[in-house]
């Protein structure tokens, strides 16, 4: 299911096989750098992962049997240029959880986008020390971690706080040439009482510090980027 705000909401009962091609890596990768820098040939993307060319080419054929990609204007007859169809791709982990396979499919997904956070980190790092980032994003740029205390209706409104400004920043920032790419993560991960650590539940103290206290919570879980 498509919405008008270029995300693809999937639904596990109907999109099962959809969702299982999500959980290769490559597959990701490849989307998510079309859905970053535009069109790209398999010729293109296969420089930019280190990757073959039959390789990137299998692969997004079968992101375009699912519906991710899709053919782009090419250049001259002799490329195939592909796009990404939609900026974002959702789904309800309540859904997820309760469909066979779904926990499985949930926790690959999952694991993928920390890899995808890791490598943003590096390649963060890397733009700071080249200089190919200037000064001025040393002190907004960041990852933090806080562990607040929230009913499941606090946290539901804290997501849609966050997708509402992101959206809000975003459009504003639309047409602002200092505007740069931003790789945003969130989690949101509610941990029961540990039983060694005594009667009360969890403490929000006893968690790490924030590695970055100026910098903003690092969207959403459900979203593959």
Same mark, same amino acid.
């Given at each position: 299911?498509?919405?008008?705000?270029?995300?693809?909401?999937?639904?596990?009962?109907?999109d099962g096989a959809a969702l299982k091609a999500l959980t290769h890596p490559l597959r990701l990768t490849l989307l998510g750098l079309l859905r970053q820098h535009g069109p790209a040939t398999a010729s293109e993307l296969a420089a930019r992962t280190g990757e073959s060319s039959a390789s990137t080419s299998y692969h997004l054929r079968v992101l375009a049997k699912y519906a991710f990609v899709t053919e782009a204007e090419h250049r001259d007859s002799r490329e195939r240029r592909w796009k990404s169809v939609h900026d974002m791709t959702s789904w309800s982990n309540e859904a997820m959880r309760r469909s066979p396979g779904g926990s499985t499919i949930l926790n690959v997904l999952h694991r993928r986008q920390i890899e995808h956070l890791q490598r943003s980190l590096d390649r963060h790092e890397a733009d700071l020390e080249s200089g190919r980032l200037g000064q001025e994003w040393q002190e907004p740029s960041g990852v933090s971690d806080s562990m607040p205390r929230l009913t499941p209706e606090s946290l539901a409104e804290l997501w849609e706080v966050l997708q509402a400004k992101t959206d809000e920043l975003t459009a504003r920032?639309?047409?602002? %040439?200092?505007?740069?790419?931003?790789?945003?993560?969130?989690?949101?991960?509610?941990?029961?009482?540990? %039983?060694?650590?005594g009667q009360g539940g969890a403490d929000?103290?006893?968690?790490?510090?924030?590695t970055d206290a100026g910098a903003p919570d690092a969207p959403a879980a459900g979203?593959?980027?």
């Open positions: 299911m498509d919405s008008e705000d270029g995300r693809r909401v999937l639904d596990p009962a109907q920032d639309a047409g602002d %040439p200092r505007a740069e790419q931003v790789v945003l993560f969130t989690a949101g991960l509610p941990l029961a009482p540990d %039983p060694a650590a929000a103290s006893a968690g790490p510090d924030a979203d593959a980027s």
